[in-house]
Nanobody, 130 residues
Framework: QLRPVESGGGSVQSGGSLRLSCEVSRDPLSNYYCVGWFRQAPGKQREAVAQIGSDGKTTYASSVKGRFTISQDNAKNTVPLQMNSLNAEDTAMYYC???????????????????????WGQGTQVTVSS
């Protein structure tokens, strides 16, 4: 399935950990495929959290770097997001998205804007209490 399906959200205390999972199949027509995690808190704009390309290259928002880890399990067609040292600012609806990569003269990448016309999941809620 090309439309991602998220799981693993829930409630946790500050300092705790959660592991989200995104089940998604790669578009067989794409040479380079990107999967990203995004989040949106009430009253705030959607924020890019982490992205991973077919070659395993990853990018992170500065607010989560060192705390979150995105990876991919090609055998299971899943893209987990391990979230450690959670704080109240991480509370949001988390969405998984998938899209073909963006090609430049330097190669492929997964900028957040490349997901605008991609496939999006329904989201999973993460709530961190202090």
């Amino acid at each position: 399935q090309l439309r991602p399906v998220e799981s693993g959200g829930g409630s946790v205390q500050s300092g705790g950990s959660l592991r989200l999972s995104c089940e998604v199949s790669r578009d067989p027509l794409s040479n380079y495929y990107c999967v990203g995690w995004f989040r949106q808190a009430p009253g705030k704009q959607r924020e890019a959290v982490a992205q991973i390309g077919s070659d395993g290259k990853t990018t992170y928002a500065s607010s989560v770097k060192g705390r979150f880890t995105i990876s991919q399990d090609n055998a299971k067609n899943t893209v987990p997001l391990q979230m450690n040292s959670l704080n109240a600012e991480d509370t949001a609806m988390y969405y998984c998205a998938a899209a073909p990569g963006y090609r430049t003269i330097e190669g492929y990448s997964c900028p957040p804007e490349t997901f605008q016309l991609g496939y999006w999941g329904q989201g999973t809620q993460v709530t961190v209490s202090s």
